[in-house]
């Protein structure tokens, strides 16, 4: 079973920047990472999960209208990570950060959480003003 393991979550001020790792490791088709559909979501209490940024097989990103120009997601494909850079951090991204993937190709927009069947545990992010 694949596994994903987020990390770099912590508190920061607004207006600062966090960048966030998802490792992929225990999956059998070598690969995979390189064509793996993979996303960020994010879940802040009370509220439901949503899609921040993904990236599809062919390597095309999309983003909620909420981080554009601001997150920038990629793939270290020599580490086997995904990679979240926000920057211009605001209170309202305070939540609790997940790396997903997919085992079938996919591209396109894929910011919709039922798409996916691995995630991560979660990093929390918490921005103060």
């Known amino acids: 079973q694949v596994q994903l393991v987020e990390s770099g979550g912590g508190s920061v001020q607004a207006g600062g920047s966090l960048t966030l790792s998802c490792a992929a490791s225990?999956?059998?088709?070598m690969g995979w990472f390189h064509q793996a559909p993979m996303a960020w979501f994010r879940q802040a209490p009370g509220?439901?999960?949503?899609?921040?940024?993904?990236?599809?097989?062919?390597?095309?990103?999309s983003y909620a209208d909420s981080v554009k120009g601001r997150f920038t997601i990629s793939k270290d494909n020599a580490k086997n990570t995904l990679i979240l850079q926000m920057n211009s951090l605001k209170p309202e991204d305070t939540a609790m950060y997940y790396c997903?993937?997919?085992?079938?190709?996919?591209?396109?927009?894929?910011?919709?959480?039922?798409?996916?069947?691995?995630w991560g545990q979660g990093t929390q992010v918490t921005v103060s003003s």
């Open positions: 509220k439901e999960r949503e899609g921040v940024a993904s990236i599809d097989t062919v390597s095309s990103t």
């Open positions: 225990r999956y059998t088709y």
């Open positions: 997903a993937a997919m085992t079938k190709m996919r591209a396109g927009s894929l910011l919709r959480s039922y798409d996916y069947n691995l």
